[in-house]
């Protein structure tokens, strides 16, 4: 028999089966287009994947991330930590904290005021809606009740936790139920993308079912090496199965090519197939297809400082999953009771100013009662702790991902210059303090032994911002490499309906698309987008365009 010399042929690439991958996958074929979703990473059949407590594990698994690192800069003091991003199917949904946030509504009104039609907060709530199964009190009418992702409600408590939630109410913090609903202000338990003691991801709610219909191909271990263009028209890509040195495969996409392969690794795929600003194409030896200025300009992430103290008189998890206590976790777990498997790495939320003065939060604390060694996520202390993360929930710095050859097998350089704008700064100061405020607080006296990380003598701002920048870490957001925008802005990257600027048949549907970071985790935002999206490709896709489109392929 000969070898097959033509090339696969799709309406629709989707490049990454991502948190936003599985929906346009699911979506699209849902109508009777053909799909082929390219994975670079494996199937998500390690069971640490499923099991929420295994977050600890699989953030820093090199089979399930793509080990990227930043680059050393002074608001880190020049170190360099690493930059999980999921590399599997389910992608980031199947690693991250399973906290669900959407943000504050004028997060999205600030999108459309920017010059981006239909993406303010009432034009994309029905998206939020529609991706979520709420489960648990608080059902309204800004809550979805029939989606694919299941939402609950924190089902283990710990009394510290509550001792957390009564300082922040005594700070005059008002205890808020429903931070998704109409308003993010106040202090409380984060919902999660948990159920009956599974994590919930974006393979498993949406890929399950679409990858079950004949018009889809999945196509795991597969690496996309570049966009294929006839001209400036995208159509088709080509990827290598199993690894740098496995066989170089071709497909066509008869309607479009959609990336969404994330903020890091969408605009090194367009940079290294011709799309980006030119003079980096020409340093790293590619030909220039289109110059578009903005690939890889606007990384945002978020910056985190964990504050801990020593907790006394009670167990806190540091001590409830050592030994015999681990084993009783395990068997309440089997048998579906609240269980310290089925929870995620931050329990209590707090949405609050770094200022009085302000009019919206721009804080956001993920506490839990627990505490880790140095820091490190994953690395538990022997004794029992408290531990409140906060960071500026907008920030201002901005960064970059560059390519640096043309190999799709090497890591982009990334830089987020964290604290590099002085509203950062100045707004994690604020929260470093706010954090002192809580841990003194008098609910929680009955239990704080001391504060080990700051030391209660570190009281500075100076002091205070160099613990800082020596401690703090990335909370694994980045976003906006990509960014939604007018054509007349040089930095823009897709138009409204997140078509590449100047390119035919190509879109970019991820967090890279984010013109700014919304108040919140990302994972959210990222469905919300993706069911938007979704809706805006099969809108387009009109037959009077299928046709145009057939002369062009």
Known sequence: MSSKTVPDEFDYIVVGAGTAGCVLTNRLSAGGATVCLLEAGPRDRNPLIHIPAGYIKNIYNDALTWGFESQPSAGTNFRRFPLPQGRVLGGSSSINGLNYVRGQAVDYDHWAQRGNPGWTYDEVLPYFKRTERRIGKGVSKYRGESGEIPITDLDWHHPVSEALVESAESLGIPRNPDYNADKQDGVGYFQRTI?????????????????????????????????????KRA???????????????????????IISAGALNTPKLLQISGVGPAPLLSDIGVPLVHHLA???????????????????????????????ALAVEVMRWLVRKPSLLAVSPSLVHIFWKSDPSLSRPDLEFACSPASFREGVVGLLDKHPGLTLGVWQ??????GYVRATNSSAFEKPEIQPNYLDHETDRRCLLGGMRLARQ????????RYLDEETSPSPDIESDDELLAFARQMGTTVYHMIGTCRMGPASEPDAVVDARLRVHGMQALRVVDASIMPSMPSANTNATTYMIAEKASDMILADATPARLSDLALHV
């Open 438 to 445: 809580l841990f003194r607080a008098k609910p929680l006296q």
């Open 235 to 257: 159509v088709g890509v080509r990827y290598v199965r199993g690894g740098a040195h496995g066989r170089p495969e071709v497909i066509r996409a008869r309607r479009e090519v």
């Open 393 to 398: 929930e907008r920030p201002e710095s901005l």
């Open 294 to 324: 903005g690939v890889g300009e606007n990384l945002r992430d978020h910056y985190a400082v964990r504050m801990v103290s020593k907790i006394k008189g009670i167990r806190t998890i540091n001590n409830m999953v050592q030994g015999p």
């Open 195 to 231: 159920y009956k003691g599974y994590r919930h991801s974006s393979a498993r709610g949406f890929l399950r079912t679409a990858e079950k219909r004949p018009n889809v191909s999945v196509r795991s271990d597969s690496q996309a090496t570049q966009i294929i263009f006839e001209g």
